[in-house]
């Protein structure tokens, strides 16, 4: 699996700053997580640390994981997750030069990184038909899954910064920089 990782220094995320009951956005260190596949059914990965308004901090990704045919036949129905949660969530999440006080995953099935990290993990996503109600007070949905305790924390969080930035937005630029990422140069 080859690693790649572009560090832009600035700020220090502190995971305590979430305890608190009134959270002060300009000291929040964001990590958002993506790991979709690619057209061949490789498996993908990055990570974006940000600052409250979703500036990066840092990037990571992991180039394209081919398993096997045994491969797939061995793990079976486990193979996905194995390959996002074990392999590629934990590789990225282990090599972070900051400490997040929240990370923020795509999918729902990444939520089980929480079990890996010591950080509130929420499954961010706009509110379905949010701009058709303007009595609504925000245009964000999360699920924290089975991790009621990140609730209170992650909607504290979210709350805090809303009104900054748009929270989502930051899943599309990383989409788009791990396509650019992993293409391969022109011969």
Do not use: W
């Not at 009134?22 to 929040?28: F, T, V």
């Not at 993506?34 to 990571?60: C, E, K, W």
């Not at 194995?82 to 923020?104: S, Y």
């Amino acid at each position: 699996m080859n690693y790649e990782n572009d560090e832009i220094p600035e700020g220090q995320g502190d995971a305590e700053s979430t305890d608190k009951a009134a959270i002060d956005p300009s000291e929040l260190i964001l990590c958002y997580l993506t790991s979709p596949q690619d057209a061949a059914n490789g498996f993908l990965g990055s990570i974006m640390v940000t600052d409250y308004r979703a500036r990066p901090l840092h990037f990571a990704f992991v180039s394209p994981i081919r398993p096997t045919k045994i491969q797939r036949i061995l793990y079976g129905s486990t193979l996905e997750e194995h390959v996002k949660i074990d392999v590629i969530g934990e590789k990225l999440l282990k090599d972070l030069p900051f400490c997040p006080d929240v990370l923020f995953v795509d999918t729902k099935e990444l939520l089980a990184l929480r079990r890996t990290v010591e950080m509130p993990t929420a499954f961010l996503s706009k509110s379905i038909g949010s701009k058709d109600d303007p009595g609504r007070l925000t245009t964000l949905e999360y699920d924290t899954g089975s991790n009621l305790d990140d609730q209170d924390i992650v909607g504290r969080v979210l709350a805090s910064l809303e009104s900054y930035v748009d929270l989502v937005e930051p899943f599309a630029r990383m989409r788009e920089a791990l396509k650019e990422a992993i293409k391969k140069p022109d011969a």
